[in-house]
């Protein structure tokens, strides 16, 4: 072959391989444009999208929370903070240094600012300030150009109206935290200042809370907003319609607080449930919780022997004294261990084994009836009753009505009480149970806890014919844009199936011991009541080798008798012997929401004798 003929195919080779790589490199062209422009399209659109734009978001009103007239409990306040735009700042240090010689900046807010700078996007602010007074704004407005990237903004800023009168129902809310996180999707609260901490702020913090808005920004290659692309506003959240009565709780405090009680109150109707008061004393201001509270306000709290930090409604544990004894009645009249027209002989005590236990009122009450017996508290009728009974009857009458479990109800931290078992008293005291253990829990004694809820739920099931009622504070959920209620669903009450023979017999006894009985001080003229009293030793320290007791006061009842349309639990610590400081609270609350044409200050002045309240 030729020289010419060998270069022609050396030639001929190469031109091959040089179409064949063209060819190679077009087919890869089409393939990746085919890869971007349709098999990846909306994932690239996205990926370029977020390269020019940045979303901003916008935080929601949080939902109010209402009495059941319309009154704001929980209310947002506008608030004017100073806020700092990492993005917008040329020289972050130097302009946190300005502002710090300007204004009383916090150490930690800067301290925190810095050590979480990676934590969010460069363009969302940060809070330097949290509270500005028009001084503060005043002073910032003439001198803003010289601090780039600082602004004051306004912030929506939880308030509550009535300070201390409503904390241990509503709550309050707190700075999101890590520790108050639980329970909820954390990706929900990084851009939120505020969340749900007690009470109804906590349980429905997620009606609440509303969701949150965007504005869409278009931002250069530096990050640096430069155009406003599109605003989705936030849904605000939906308001808490409840059923408490302002007025209500009011005349509750002003009692309270003019009389110096430390106890609580709780009031429903015990027709369906619903919460009408609810109040605990001491108590304290849940505004101080909202942007974190003061070391000084958190220690006041702390060591206040008054203990305002705890609700006593839901978890102040008292023994019940002689209000238990109208339970125990219907159980031992329901078991046929006694008939409603059983008597009994009271002479002042009982003795059992070796041991006297004495009647409240030692002369003795002689020949006594069931109606005698809640009419005057007469205890020896009760020692024996519990004689009878037994503990195993003692034990099922305070599980039917509630006791040893939380009450039901739609706000967070009730406590369970405590009953009583001999399997109990064996496994801790390695002792078995006696009949003079009955005997003490008989009258309300003894190893017995119980809440106000509690009370209050139970004395509901005697007052509305034998149904054990759920408890709730909210009603309904109303939207604030467009003002549409959607109430919530009242809880089936419990059919206790009790016997008509028994509550007739119970309530006849309830009412005498309104009309002429211990709580004779609670009747009111043209207004029909049933109730029954209580004092309940409590041990307070010792002295001499002898425990010491003092006496809680308490109430349960309702109103009216046959038509009720509320029903109370009261209870007053340390009220001394023979305590009678519920009964003023709990007609405050009956008045109060039976006579509405009754002025405020109306309820200062109601006081009882202390001689006809004994029990």
């Known amino acids: 072959m030729s020289p010419n003929a060998v270069r022609a195919g050396r030639f001929r080779g190469r031109l091959a391989l040089a179409i064949a790589l063209l060819l190679l490199a077009f087919v890869y062209l089409i393939w990746r444009l085919v890869d971007l422009e349709v098999l990846h399209y909306q994932r690239f659109r996205q990926m370029a999208q977020a390269n020019h734009t940045a979303i901003v978001p916008v935080a929601p009103a949080r939902g109010l929370i209402l009495a059941s007239h319309g009154q704001i409990l929980a209310a947002n ?6 806020e700092i735009i990492p993005d917008e700042t040329e020289h972050l240090h130097a302009t946190l240094k300005r502002v710090k010689e300007l204004f009383p900046v916090p150490k930690k807010n800067i301290a925190h600012l810095l050590r979480t700078l990676d934590d969010k996007p460069p363009y969302i602010p940060r809070i330097l300030l949290r509270r500005m007074n028009a001084q503060q704004i005043a002073a910032f407005s003439v001198r803003d150009m010289q601090f780039p990237g600082v602004q004051v903004a306004a912030q929506w800023h939880r308030y509550y109206p009535y300070k201390t009168l409503f904390t241990s129902v509503v709550g309050y809310v707190g700075p999101v935290s890590a520790r108050n996180l639980k329970g909820f999707d954390p990706q929900k609260y990084i851009y939120r200042q505020f969340i749900g901490e007690n009470g109804l702020e906590y349980a429905f913090e997620r009606e609440l809370r509303g969701k949150f808005g965007y504005q869409i920004k278009e931002v250069n290659a530096l990050g640096v907003p430069v155009a406003n692309l599109r605003n989705i506003a936030p849904t605000p959240g939906d308001n808490l319609l409840t059923s408490l ?4 709780q009011r005349a509750v405090a002003r009692v309270m607080r003019r009389n110096h009680f430390r106890g609580a109150l709780v009031a429903v109707n015990p027709n369906n449930g619903a919460v009408i008061a609810s109040y605990s004393n001491p108590s ?7 942007g974190g509270i003061s070391d000084v306000h958190w220690q006041s709290l702390l060591h206040d022997k008054g203990r305002p930090l705890l609700n006593r409604v839901a978890q102040g544990l008292y023994p019940p004294g002689s209000c238990i004894k109208p339970f125990y009645s219907i159980e031992a009249l329901q078991d046929h261990v006694i008939s409603p027209d059983f008597h009994t002989y009271c002479p002042g005590y009982i003795r059992l084994g070796g041991h006297i236990y004495w009647d409240w009122y030692r002369s003795g009450f002689g020949e ?5 017996a809640l009419a005057w508290s007469v205890d020896v009728f009760f020692y024996k009753l519990a004689i009878k009974m037994g503990i195993q009857r ?5 599980w039917r009505f509630g006791f040893g479990h939380p009450a039901p109800i739609d706000t967070p931290g009730s406590a369970n009480g405590f009953v009583p078992t001999p399997r109990w008293k064996e496994a801790h005291f390695h002792q078995p149970w006696y009949t003079g253990d009955s005997v003490i829990l008989g009258i309300g004694q003894g190893y017995l806890l119980v809440t106000p809820l509690q009370l209050v739920r139970a004395v509901s099931a005697i007052a509305n014919g034998g149904y054990l009622p759920s408890l709730h504070v909210v009603s309904a959920f109303v939207n604030p844009e467009t003002e549409v209620r959607q109430p919530l669903a009242i809880p089936s009450a419990k059919n206790l199936h009790i016997p008509a023979f028994a509550l007739r017999a119970v309530r006849k006894g309830m009412t005498a011991c309104v009309t002429r009985g211990t709580c ?13 009293t209580g004092t309940a030793e409590v041990p307070i320290g010792y002295q001499d080798g002898r425990t010491i007791y003092n006496d809680d006061s308490l109430f349960i009842g309702w109103a009216p008798l046959h038509h009720p349309q509320i029903a109370v639990a009261a209870v007053v610590e340390d009220g001394g012997n023979n305590a009678w400081q519920a009964l003023p609270v709990a007609k405050a609350a009956i008045l109060s929401d039976l006579r509405p044409k009754m002025k405020l200050r109306d309820f200062t002045n109601i006081v009882v004798n202390p001689a006809q309240a004994f029990g």
């Open 394 to 398: 003692q034990d099922a009458a305070l």
């Open 368 to 372: 006594t009836g069931l109606t005698k």
């Open 284 to 290: 304290f201001n849940a505004n101080w919780f909202v």
């Open 77 to 82: 306040h506008p608030r004017y903070v100073l």
């Open 245 to 248: 009565r302002l007025r209500v």
């Open 520 to 532: 004779k001080s609670m009747a009111t003229p043209g207004l029909s009541m049933a109730g029954k």
